[in-house]
């Protein structure tokens, strides 16, 4: 357990970086930025884009879900 008290789980790179393309490409307003955000982010995670599309392909609903229980719809 966490010190929230909440259960630890495995993070999954791929699903962070699904998460995050999925909204940007929603919220996209300035390619350049958001390219640059993207780009640090697969870095930090060790993860490719063609990982990341790979896994949009595969897991769209997982994606979709995890960014409705935050909160956000990336809308």
Same mark, same amino acid.
């Not at 790179?13 to 982010?41: C, E, M």
């Given at each position: 357990?966490?010190?929230?008290?909440? #259960? $630890?789980?495995?993070?999954?790179?791929?699903?962070? +970086?699904? /998460? /995050? #393309? $999925?909204?940007?490409?929603?919220? $996209?307003?300035? @390619?350049q @930025?958001?390219?640059?955000?993207y780009?640090?982010?697969?870095? !930090?995670?060790? /993860?490719?884009?063609? %990982? /990341? %599309?790979?896994?949009? +392909? %595969?897991?769209g !609903? %997982?994606?979709?879900? +995890?960014?409705?229980s935050?909160g956000?719809?990336? !809308?």
């Amino acid at each position: 357990m966490t010190a929230s008290g909440r #259960k $630890a789980t495995k993070k999954n790179p791929l699903l962070g +970086a699904a /998460v /995050v #393309k $999925a909204v940007l490409r929603k919220r $996209a307003r300035d @390619a350049q @930025a958001t390219s640059a955000l993207y780009q640090g982010i697969l870095r !930090d995670l060790g /993860v490719t884009d063609q %990982e /990341v %599309e790979n896994y949009l +392909a %595969e897991h769209g !609903d %997982e994606v979709e879900r +995890a960014i409705r229980s935050h909160g956000r719809r990336g !809308d």
